[in-house]
């Protein structure tokens, strides 16, 4: 399983008039996470992984959250990807509150790979395959 840590901040725009992190920003932060470890571990950016007829898409997705965001803290991601099989990928996230190492939140993202012209599953390309079977 491969792993990887990425670093934000949460913006005023993540929040709501509370100061507060809205939910829907938390899939923000798991989206750029999961990009920044594809192009740093698999070395592919979200573009490159729908090359040819192949896309990724969401078939689940998940959120735990245990404690509060606020504007301006500083957290940590880290993200782990496995393969599920040669059609799907497993994300788990886990957001800290940095510093202290408090955790404030579970996730965990199921994609798929689908042919574009039929979204019908189809097997990922064998390079990142490899990468995450390994």
Known sequence: MKEFVYHE???VYDTDYQGIAHYASYYRFFTDS???FNAK???KDSKELVEGNKWFVVAESEAKYRKPLKIGDNIMIS??????????IEYALLIKRNPGDE???EGRLVLVCIDRNTFRPADMHEGMFNLLDS
């Open 103 to 105: 955790t404030t939140t």
């Open 34 to 36: 999961i990009d920044a």
């Open 79 to 88: 993200v782990s990807a496995k393969a599920l099989s040669r059609k799907a």
């Open 9 to 11: 901040v949460v913006k």
């Open 41 to 43: 571990l698999l070395g």
